[in-house]
């Protein structure tokens, strides 16, 4: 089973953001303090706070260290079968785990510029300027590099054109219109049908126990983007169905 939770930090109030922050290990405070924007610590916090949630639903007892490895990507200090990444943009916080090394990416709207394009696009995916020229929005493209670069652990000094998405058969995209982001995910050796059949979605907001998650019905559903990105958004997933 893959789990994917998402969540909205701008729900938090005060009171319950302290209590989430409680819970955090020391070094992820102080990491999270250090932003300077109120968003950001409070997206930092959450971000955080939905592994641990996983990690209770899914495997229950202490959660284990959080070391970053070499190159910055977060891992479990000792193998224990788990997986996970996590991202955030704005308010809007995902994680995810997995049974494999897994990437996960959330981006509200980038609006389309050519000299981006042109460096982050690789040679094949050059057949798509004029879809997301149209739609003025590189985010769908662009989380799916971040999912791989996060999947792989190469770092962000990996240059994103040397990526070729489109090609790639192990990458999720998704689209929500409320609140409006795009996210994509992959999972080391899970092509997309195989990742789509193993994936439980989970919308989240505080409660009803303080410093708690609970499962919460989503404003709008996710809907899966096609590789190309030239379709239309396909079916809705429902939040919850495998």
Same mark, same amino acid.
């Given at each position: 089973?893959?789990?994917?939770?998402?969540?909205?930090?701008?729900?938090?109030?005060?009171? %319950?953001?302290? +209590?989430?922050?409680?819970?955090?290990?020391?070094?992820?405070?102080?990491?999270?303090?250090?932003?300077?924007?109120?968003?950001?610590?409070?997206?930092?916090?959450?971000?955080?706070?939905?592994?641990?949630?996983?990690?209770?639903?899914?495997?229950?007892?202490?959660? #284990?260290?959080?070391?970053?490895?070499?190159?910055?990507?977060?891992?479990?200090?000792?193998?224990?079968?788990?997986?996970?990444? @996590?991202?955030?943009?704005? @308010?809007?916080?995902?994680?995810?785990?997995?049974?494999?090394?897994?990437?996960?990416?959330?981006?509200?709207?980038?609006?389309?510029?050519?000299?981006?394009?042109?460096?982050?696009?690789?040679?094949?995916?050059?057949?798509?300027?004029?879809? +997301? +020229?149209?739609?003025?929005? +590189?985010?769908?493209?662009? %989380?799916?590099?971040?999912?791989?670069?996060?999947?792989?652990?190469?770092?962000?000094?990996?240059?994103?054109?040397?990526?070729?998405?489109?090609?790639?058969?192990?990458?999720?995209?998704?689209?929500?219109?409320? #609140?409006?982001?795009?996210?994509?995910?992959?999972?080391?050796?899970?092509?997309?049908?195989?990742?789509?059949?193993?994936?439980?979605?989970?919308?989240?907001?505080?409660? #009803?126990?303080?410093?708690?998650?609970?499962?919460? #019905?989503?404003?709008?559903?996710?809907?899966?983007?096609?590789?190309?990105?030239?379709?239309?958004?396909?079916?809705?997933?429902?939040?919850?169905?495998?």
């Amino acid at each position: 089973m893959i789990e994917l939770a998402i969540a909205r930090s701008d729900l938090l109030d005060e009171s %319950t953001f302290r +209590l989430l922050r409680a819970r955090l290990p020391a070094e992820r405070r102080s990491r999270g303090d250090r932003y300077h924007r109120l968003k950001d610590r409070y997206a930092s916090a959450v971000s955080f706070s939905l592994l641990q949630h996983l990690w209770r639903s899914g495997r229950g007892g202490p959660m #284990p260290e959080i070391v970053l490895g070499g190159r910055g990507k977060p891992a479990f200090a000792k193998p224990n079968g788990w997986h996970f990444n @996590w991202s955030h943009d704005a @308010w809007i916080c995902v994680c995810a785990a997995a049974p494999a090394p897994v990437g996960v990416d959330v981006q509200s709207r980038v609006p389309y510029d050519e000299g981006l394009f042109e460096r982050m696009a690789a040679p094949g995916e050059h057949v798509l300027r004029d879809r +997301l +020229l149209r739609a003025d929005d +590189l985010s769908a493209l662009w %989380t799916r590099k971040e999912a791989v670069v996060k999947r792989t652990g190469w770092g962000l000094s990996t240059p994103l054109r040397h990526v070729d998405t489109l090609a790639a058969r192990d990458v999720l995209t998704f689209s929500c219109a409320e #609140p409006d982001f795009r996210m994509s995910l992959t999972v080391e050796g899970m092509e997309e049908r195989d990742l789509l059949a193993a994936l439980r979605v989970r919308f989240v907001r505080p409660g #009803p126990a303080p410093g708690e998650w609970t499962d919460a #019905p989503a404003s709008e559903p996710l809907r899966r983007l096609p590789r190309s990105l030239l379709a239309p958004a396909g079916e809705a997933l429902c939040p919850g169905a495998a």
